[in-house]
């Protein structure tokens, strides 16, 4: 067997003039739940359907379980279910007759067909919508069916691209238990996009973090807090026209500060809480009005703002950094 389920080499992908994946190499471990994390159009559906071989790349190779997609393509989509951006269910057809069709597709056997049903609305908590209209089902529950119909061919790698993007923090903990439960007791691989920051912190083994299509991080979620050196970071909220003054005392004290959209944040050594002391005493000599001064340890949001120095914001333009569970976008 493979050592590894999915190896990435060197993916490149092109639109004209546009590179939308730069040279990404990857490998996805046997059993691990990995993360593409990125914002909008930062290449993750590409290089995801270039893996599924929905999409032929312009250079580079992608292995599924040691099989080489290009050469031998049915094979290696045989060992993988999807579950792609958009929602794909029948809206006009019921939970079971969804899979059903699903796995008729995929020639299962009509007896192991009524078995897998089973199993995978059993493990989506479908079971008792079995013959609910798929129409009528919440955001949730489409994701949710969708992630059965992906096990429909009992795969050993699942891909999903954004498979909780616009769902309720509800629904999405419901999703994350469900590929917990299908990754541990199951023993599949998962390979998912995202643009969640606790997506990737609190579900995810490793993560990628990809931006302009190029893969700029790769390691745990400590890892990568770790790999970019801050022990805390301290951030200071404040009205826009004094963040100026703001960032002048971060810089006074031996700080290197960044100016966000209603903040100033800076990676903090060891001696954060002194520093604290230092910038009060500083802003109150100067009388710089301030809204909150905290300190916190390093989430996936400092580390992309550390890598690209840009701020992280959710899809509507306002700041969410320094929290989790929030969506990343770039600044225009
Ligand atoms: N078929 C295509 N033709 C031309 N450009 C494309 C095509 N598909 C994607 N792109 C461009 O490639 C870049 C990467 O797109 P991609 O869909 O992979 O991003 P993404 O990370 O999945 O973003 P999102 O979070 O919005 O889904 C974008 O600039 C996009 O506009
Ligand atoms: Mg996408």
Not at 83 to 110: C, D, K, S, W
Not at 179 to 206: F, G, H, M, S, W
Not at 294 to 322: A, Q, W
Request: with cysteine.
């Amino acid at each position: 067997m493979a050592e590894y389920a999915i190896e990435i080499e060197h993916l490149v992908k092109r639109f004209d003039n546009l590179t939308a994946v730069n040279d990404v190499s990857l490998n996805i471990r046997r059993g691990e739940i990995f993360g593409l994390l990125g914002p909008n159009g930062a290449g993750k559906s590409t290089t995801l359907n270039m893996v599924l071989g929905l999409l032929s790349p312009t250079s580079g190779r992608v292995l599924v379980n040691g099989t080489d997609m290009h050469t031998n393509p049915y094979a290696a989509r045989n060992e993988m279910g999807i579950v792609t951006q958009e929602t794909v269910v029948e809206p006009e057809l019921t939970a079971e007759q969804n899979l059903m069709i699903f796995g008729r597709l995929y020639h299962i056997p009509e007896p192991e067909l009524r078995k897998n049903i089973d199993f995978a609305l059993g493990l989506a908590d479908l079971t008792s919508f079995r013959n609910a209209y798929a129409g009528t089902f919440s955001g949730g529950m489409k994701r949710r069916l969708e992630t059965a119909k992906s096990l429909m061919h009992a795969p050993s790698v699942i891909l999903l691209d954004e498979p909780t993007t616009g769902l309720d923090i509800q629904n999405r903990t419901k999703i994350w238990d469900l590929l917990r439960d299908i990754n541990k007791n199951q023993n599949v691989t998962i390979l998912l996009t995202t643009q969640y920051l606790e997506e990737a912190d609190q579900l995810c083994d490793r993560i990628g973090i990809i931006d302009h299509g190029r893969l700029i991080a790769l390691g745990t979620p400590t890892e990568l807090r770790q790999k970019i050196g801050m022990n805390s970071v301290i951030e200071i909220s404040a009205d826009r026209e004094v963040l100026q003054k703001v960032a002048d005392v971060f810089r006074k004290i031996g700080l290197e500060p960044k100016i966000l959209t209603n903040k100033v944040v800076a990676p903090a050594g060891s001696a954060a809480t002194k520093k604290i002391e230092m910038l009060i005493k500083e802003l109150s000599a100067r009388k710089v009005q301030i809204h909150n001064i905290s300190m916190h340890e390093p989430t996936i949001d400092d580390v992309f703002l550390k890598l690209t120095g840009s701020e992280v914001r959710d899809t509507t333009g306002d700041y969410v950094g320094g929290r989790a569970g929030f969506m990343m976008g770039r600044v225009r």
